[in-house]
């Protein structure tokens, strides 16, 4: 099987959903390219976690970080009309992963500026991808374009949340401290 097919040469693609050709510029194509993005850039948080042997209690964050791959393959299949959906224990499992987080940490007073470790500065950066991709999919709903599961956008919505709490974590391993905004 090639890895190509020339089909999208004239700059259109299509989804499961549709056997039209749409434009790789339209909402769904943006929003698919943006989790895409999003997902190939979690495998370089998930590679730096390995090589800073990061873990969470007995779990490697790594495995965390597969998990929430895998999940965003969920999410493009059904932004591209596939039956599947986030089910609402996938949220929950997330939220369960923010508050062992959560107590691991010192209460948040401020912003913090992007940094300290690699690795910090890496989960930092995911979470604006993911933030990018939520306000893609979103768009993608409200518009009509695709129905998207209610806990699907919640899972979206979470997903940045944690990448935010292990940005954190990641410098509180290393006790670096965190730098916050002067506002000068």
């Not at 039209?20 to 976690?49: H, P, T």
């Not at 604006?128 to 806990?151: N, P, S, W, Y």
């Amino acid at each position: 099987m090639a890895l190509y097919t020339r089909r999208g040469d004239d700059g259109t693609t299509t989804t499961f959903s549709c056997d039209q050709r749409m434009s790789k510029s339209s909402k769904i194509a943006e929003a698919l390219g943006v989790m895409d993005e999003a997902n190939s850039y979690l495998g370089l948080c998930k590679v730096q976690s390995v090589a800073d042997n990061f873990t969470l209690a007995d779990k490697k964050i790594a495995e965390i970080v597969h998990e929430i791959q895998d999940d965003c393959f969920i999410i493009q299949a059904e932004l591209a009309g596939d039956d599947k959906t986030m089910p609402e224990e996938k949220v929950k499992w997330l939220e369960s992963m923010i508050e062992s987080i959560e107590k691991e940490l010192p209460p948040i007073h401020s912003f913090f500026i992007s940094g300290g470790s690699e690795l910090a500065a890496r989960f930092d950066f995911a979470r604006t991808l993911i933030r990018r991709a939520e306000r893609r999919v979103v768009g993608v709903h409200d518009e009509g374009i695709q129905k998207v599961g209610k806990f699907t956008l919640a899972y979206l919505n979470r997903m940045s949340s944690l990448l935010y709490a292990l940005a954190r974590f990641a410098n509180h391993q290393r006790e670096i401290e965190e730098d916050v905004p002067d506002y000068k």
